[in-house]
């Protein structure tokens, strides 16, 4: 009953996927050996019900599958999900805020770089096509 309890209270927390599909796998494998095995099915309702919720949407997609996962399987999902969550979490992280420059620090930066925003030469309306060529001459 103890080993039944605790695959029931089983919660991922701060765990990774890999340490809480090893703490799950060892209960299941407990029960086993106390002669008292779990369905598959219910093993994977056990570790579904254990995951954080950002797991929820793979969740709901796996829990739909005609046959229960293997152990591999299941294992495998998960790791894929932890891996582009974090990589989507690494990508979406707050940008480190930007220093406040005042406008007097952009004066000196545009006098020191040269930079007139007149819109002087080329590149910034000074440059014209020639009017012999624009005329059709």
Request: hydrophobic fraction near 35%.
């Amino acid at each position: 009953m103890q080993l039944h309890g605790s695959l029931q209270d089983l919660r991922q927390g701060d765990e990774s996927v890999t340490q809480f599909m090893q703490k799950a796998k060892a209960l299941f494998d407990e029960m086993v050996a106390a002669g008292r095995p779990v369905s598959l099915e219910d093993f994977n309702l056990y570790v579904f019900r254990g995951l954080r919720g950002e797991f929820k949407d793979l969740v709901t997609s796996l829990i739909t599958k005609a046959e229960p996962l293997s152990y591999a399987d299941l294992h495998s999902h998960l790791l894929t999900h932890e891996f582009v969550h974090k990589s989507s979490a690494a990508i979406h992280a707050p940008l480190l805020p930007t220093p406040n420059i005042s406008s007097s620090a952009l004066v000196v930066q545009r006098q020191t770089f040269g930079i007139s925003g007149r819109g002087k030469g080329r590149f910034n309306g000074g440059w014209r096509p020639n009017q012999s060529n624009s005329r059709g001459n």
